[in-house]
């Protein structure tokens, strides 16, 4: 038996929240649909944010309200603060996610709050969720660099991963928000995170603006790593981080661990066809 790597689908979030122009919601719930179908065990569809601040994500409780729940499969949703949190209950997540950033330029720049402002946020949160053991999973942004303050200390990301995983958060997935890391500089900020967090409770979430994204991903299972986030279509980016490039594909993700010997449960022929489609919506929204 091939050793399991997990593919966590962020692209009807991370990647649609980025895109410029408006996309009916009937195709992210298509979207959703065909994904559905490939195998994964955790997609990230929605996000409880303010619409002013990202207009792309307003239909977000639509989208859980229309989408064909497949069993076995927790539909995830990011949720800032307490109101996104009870947007987020209110339609039916199975799951949610607070997000942080290692960096205070980026924080301010993303969420409007200073780090320690965010952590006094996300705690009421994550105890509602913790309350009805409903999963909450915490990111950490800039785990490398930030497009406001340059290259970011590893211990600051372990400080922050730290105080999420102590919070209650099952897992902490760790950000390369604008895709400028390296095997070196992720294997670095790994070694500090580690130290904090067991490997098994970490996931890679990297962004593909250089195209390292997969060479990042064999430093992380070399590390004990053994969860990846990704994007159909390579979709996506950061509203907030000027510069950023999409999220590694999930088809290139599921094809290079193969190749490594892995398995990741997911059927490639859906994830062409769910490829095709995030690139038509991307195309008409431009
Ligand atoms: P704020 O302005 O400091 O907060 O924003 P506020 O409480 O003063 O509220 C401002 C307005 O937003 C008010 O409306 C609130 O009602 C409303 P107004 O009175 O102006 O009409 N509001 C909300 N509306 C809907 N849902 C809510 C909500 N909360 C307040 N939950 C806030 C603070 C966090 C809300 C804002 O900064 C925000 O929405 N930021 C979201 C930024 C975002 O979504 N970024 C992208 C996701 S993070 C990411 O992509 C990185 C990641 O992929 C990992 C990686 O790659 O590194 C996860
Ligand atoms: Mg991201």
Redesign the pocket.
Known sequence: MSEYVEIFE?GPR?GL?NEAGEIPVADKIALVDRLSEAGFRRIEVA????????PQ?ADSAEVLAGIARADGIRYAA????M??YE?ALAAGADEI?I?GSASEGFSKA????TIDESLERFRPVVEAARHIDLPVRG?V??VTDCPYDGPVDPGQVARVADRLFAMGCYEI?L???LGYGTPDSIARMLLAVRNVVPAGRLAG?Y?DTRGRALDNIDASLSLGLRVFDAAVGGLGG????PGAAGNVATEAVARHLADLGYETGLDAGVLAQAAGMARAMRREAA
């Open positions: 962020v991370d929240q996000s409880f944010v303010s619409p002013k601040w990202v994500m990011l949720t800032p603060n109101r996104g947007a996610a997000f993303n969420i409007n709050a990111y942004s800039c997935s950000g390369d928000t979430h962004h950061c509203p907030y981080a």
